[in-house]
């Protein structure tokens, strides 16, 4: 047995437009899918709300419903001709909540997207850049209102200025968004010239970005209104400015730490001593090197990596040593090496080497 459709949504058969509407309004943000995922009886309860809405809002239904009940829907009921309430619930829902929002009307600008690379260093430190758009922008001539200066709005006569019309099919009427005004409910009476009637025109801004220290690649920055502008005074939509960033090469990004592998000799990574680091904001560092370091080895330097997004402190620098073995040596330096190989009498001055494989 289906249940009462002013049971559903809680009120009395007597109640008026605005009791079913804060009725229903209360119970469809409670039980909507986007508060309840995957609970299927707040779905079933929302899908009942939206079909009772559906009806009892609606002065045709409400009237055939308060006659003859459930019957006035059924297939070859007393309704005669029957609803079908798979589809449009979601209409009924934007439709409502998009007056909440102030919407309605002419849609709202479309959003904008500009890439923007920048290069590591920039990262690191914060940067200020200018990206130039182009993108609608409310026209100058008529301040976004399409109409020609000094000339007004006519009602639209198709739908008299409620932005929706209404079909009458059998028993039944289906209201939608009316075709002739785009659902504005009104009609220019003389175009501007300058945008033909539209309210917007072709513009190219420039506008400067703060891009704070520390971002990411892939950072998606939104800046509030600086899309398109909308249609005869709609609000404009956004502007996303999709980051990335450089590869360095250098230095390999590693989230807040950085990685820097940098060769050194294999006769200072044998004897010990110290050897310039570059750095990612520039200078240097100078790193102390052990005797008898091996290639691969890493040393970290504290607060010498990325900046973090928030907070003053900065990631690690890694530098992995790559041991560089003399590829052309002269004859001097080759006989010195052959020298070296026949003082290795023991066969201990590269033990790990010697052992490899043995055990
Ligand atoms: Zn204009
Ligand atoms: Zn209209």
């Known amino acids: 047995m289906k249940p009462d459709y002013y049971q559903t949504l809680g009120v009395d058969r007597a109640a008026d437009a605005e009791t079913l509407k804060k009725a229903y309004r209360k119970l469809a943000m409670q039980y909507h899918p986007d508060r309840n995922a995957g609970d299927a009886a707040a779905e079933a309860k929302f899908k009942e ?16 419903y308060d006659q003859f009940g459930h019957a006035a829907f059924q297939q070859g009921g007393a309704g005669a001709g029957g609803f079908d309430f798979t589809g449009g619930f979601a209409d009924i829902f934007e439709q409502m909540f998009g007056e909440m929002m102030g919407g309605g009307g002419d849609a709202r600008g479309a959003d904008l997207r500009h890439d923007l690379t920048i290069t590591l260093e920039e990262a690191l430190s914060g940067v200020e ?17 399409g109409a020609k200066p000094g000339t007004g709005y006519t009602t639209c006569d198709a739908c008299r200025g409620r932005g929706r019309v209404r079909a009458t099919q059998g028993f039944f009427t289906i209201e939608r968004t009316c075709p002739t005004c785009g659902g504005g409910g009104q009609l220019i009476k003389d175009p501007c ?49 999709m980051l990335s960033i450089k590869a360095h090469p250098l230095f390999q990004r ?35 090197v052990a005797a008898g370091t091996q290639t691969g080895t890493q040393v970290r330097l504290n607060n010498k990596g990325m900046s973090m997004l928030r907070g003053k402190n900065r990631g690690d620098l890694y530098v992995e040593l790559m041991v560089e073995t003399p590829t052309k040596p002269n004859a001097k330096q080759r006989a010195l090496l052959e020298e070296l190989a026949k003082l290795d009498e023991k066969g201990d001055l590269f033990p790990q080497s010697r052992a490899f494989g043995k055990t």
């Open 49 to 64: 709300i939206n079909e009772a809405y559906a009806v009892l809002s609606d002065f045709d239904k409400r009237r055939a």
């Open 129 to 145: 850049k200018t990206v130039r758009v182009s993108c609608s922008a409310a026209c100058g001539a008529c301040h976004g209102s």
């Open 193 to 241: 010239k300058n945008c033909r009637g539209d309210g917007r025109v072709r513009d190219e801004k420039k506008l400067a970005v703060t891009i704070p220290a520390g971002v990411e690649d892939g950072t998606r920055i939104r800046l509030n209104g600086e899309g398109e502008a909308g249609a005869r005074g709609a609000p404009p939509g956004d502007l996303y400015v």
């Open 254 to 288: 590693q989230g807040p730490h950085l990685l820097l592998r940098m060769p050194i000799p294999v006769t200072l990574a044998a004897l010990g001593g110290t050897v310039d680091v570059p750095l990612l904001e520039g200078g240097k560092t100078e790193l102390t």
